[in-house]
């Protein structure tokens, strides 16, 4: 099934930023987000942006941003278009069609969160020269990377599962948003509540500020590798070939 899978990406690599409008807006969208998380911020913030947080802030934000917008082309573009019964009824097995549309998009956040680590680091690098080349530190490293990679799979995977169920690409779109929007939203209202409710509210939350980056980040790459697989195992259960040429 490799190569069934390698022949959807393929298919979808030439397709890849259609939703953007054009070659020039595609690349426009594509760099600006490199040019503020992995540029702006490291010329403002010197050396510390290699010891702060931002970095991981940016492994969280990239794939939301670039894999948001192109992930629910996936189908609700092929319906668009009129050309998911074509592809239902090729000799693809399910599972390479799905896992195919998954993976470029698993593979374009990543590779986009990398770029965006990469040129930071080069950037702090060649303003903050000191005879040495500085690095992340090894316990944020690996953090950026795997944090990038589960959040681009989470993407991915809540983007397909919505896509499948949208008959338009705007309307997944606006759907996947939404939904990318409330867990935003609660970790604005857990402080307040934190605070206002709860007695020794304003201690929790101090606890909470002051949690070790390690445990941390070990905490996130947990709650991302297990909704990673629940929103997988979602579509799977989701995609039936039958149901979408129906549909």
């Known amino acids: 099934m490799?190569?069934?899978?390698?022949?959807?990406?393929w298919k979808e690599r030439k397709g890849l930023f259609r939703v953007q409008g054009g070659r020039s807006r595609?690349?426009?969208t594509m760099l600006l987000p490199v040019i503020m998380i992995a540029i702006i911020l490291p010329v403002q913030m010197g050396r510390d942006y290699l010891t702060g947080a931002w970095?991981?802030?940016?492994?969280?934000?990239?794939?939301?941003?670039?894999?948001?917008?192109?992930?629910?082309?996936?189908?609700?573009?092929?319906r668009e278009r009129n050309t998911l019964p074509t592809l239902l009824a090729s000799r693809?097995?399910?599972?390479?069609?799905?896992?195919?549309?998954?993976?470029?998009?698993v593979?374009?956040?990543?590779?986009m969160t990398l770029l965006v680590l990469l040129v930071s680091l080069i950037t702090?690098?060649?303003?903050h020269w000191e005879g040495q080349i500085m690095f992340y530190r090894a316990n944020m490293a690996w953090?950026?990377?795997?944090?990038?990679?589960?959040?681009?799979?989470?993407?991915?995977?809540?983007?397909?599962?919505?896509?499948?169920?949208?008959?338009?690409?705007?309307?997944?779109?606006?759907?996947?948003?939404?939904?990318?929007?409330?867990?935003?939203?609660?970790?604005?209202?857990?402080?307040?509540?934190?605070?206002?409710?709860?007695?020794n509210g304003r201690d929790l939350l101090r606890q909470l500020?002051?949690?070790?980056?390690?445990?941390?980040?070990?905490?996130?790459?947990?709650?991302?590798?297990?909704?990673?697989?629940?929103f997988l195992v979602a579509a799977m259960a989701r995609f039936k070939r039958a149901r979408l040429i129906l549909d």
């Open 2 to 9: 490799t190569a069934d899978i390698l022949t959807v990406l």
């Open 107 to 111: 593979g374009y956040g990543f590779a």
């Open 209 to 230: 500020i002051s949690i070790n980056f390690t445990h941390f980040a070990l905490i996130t790459v947990g709650i991302l590798a297990a909704l990673n697989v629940g």
């Open 143 to 199: 953090a950026h990377v795997c944090v990038g990679l589960l959040m681009s799979g989470l993407i991915a995977s809540l983007g397909v599962l919505v896509s499948l169920r949208s008959a338009t690409v705007q309307g997944a779109q606006q759907a996947l948003m939404s939904i990318i929007l409330v867990p935003l939203m609660l970790l604005q209202v857990v402080p307040m509540l934190l605070l206002s409710v709860i007695s």
């Open 26 to 28: 595609a690349l426009l």
């Open 55 to 78: 970095p991981l802030v940016a492994s969280l934000v990239i794939p939301v941003l670039l894999v948001g917008m192109t992930i629910p082309e996936s189908f609700a573009g092929e």
């Open 92 to 105: 693809l097995p399910d599972r390479a069609i799905l896992f195919g549309k998954w993976a470029l998009g």
């Open 124 to 127: 702090v690098n060649i303003l």
